[in-house]
């Protein structure tokens, strides 16, 4: 098997560990993984750099940072409190914003997020997750994620308006 398609396989094989449906399914693709990993280190020519920084960034398919669930265990959609508590934390230097990042990546990869109109209170944790899912946040950016998340669920719509205005104020 060419480097082609051992790198091939092995997206193939993370697909499969990120969302297997059982977890015998998941441990059998992880150790798959981690054979293909050490047969495509084992090649003589080295990995091509921007290879070598993929196989360690897409390691927020398998886990979420510090928080990797049981195997058994469902990723489901965070409460608007945790995800709170986690850009607290970043604002606040307390959480690295590549773990946040990850993990935030991590859970969009993992749930069905759902599509609801702006003034449903539960339309405020999918967008400020696929936010975060992208990169860490500005200081300014993190701040109005705040604001967001702690925008009252019953005045959701002027959450969003004010969302969307310190977000046009950060650019």
Not at 65 to 94: H, K, Y
Request: net charge negative; aromatic share 4%.
């Amino acid at each position: 098997m060419n480097r082609f398609e051992i790198i091939t396989k092995l997206a193939a094989v993370e697909a499969i560990e990120g969302q297997g449906a059982t977890a015998g399914e998941r441990q059998a693709a992880t150790e798959a993984r981690l054979r293909l990993e050490e047969r495509l280190l084992g090649e003589p020519s080295p990995l091509p750099s921007a290879f070598a920084e993929e196989m360690v960034a897409g390691a927020h398919l398998r886990s979420l940072a510090d928080d990797e669930p049981a195997a058994d265990e469902t990723l489901q959609i965070p409460s608007r409190g945790e995800l709170l508590q986690r850009v607290v934390a970043f604002a606040e230097d307390r959480l690295p914003g590549v773990l946040l990042t990850r993990w935030a990546a991590a859970c969009t990869d993992a749930v069905i997020l759902p599509d609801l109109d702006p003034d449903h209170p539960g339309s405020v944790v999918p967008e400020v997750l696929l936010v975060l899912a992208t990169g860490p946040p500005s200081a300014t950016v993190a701040q109005a994620m705040i604001r967001f998340l702690e925008s009252p669920a019953e005045a959701t719509a002027a959450g969003w308006r004010i969302w969307l205005e310190d977000l046009a104020a950060a650019s």
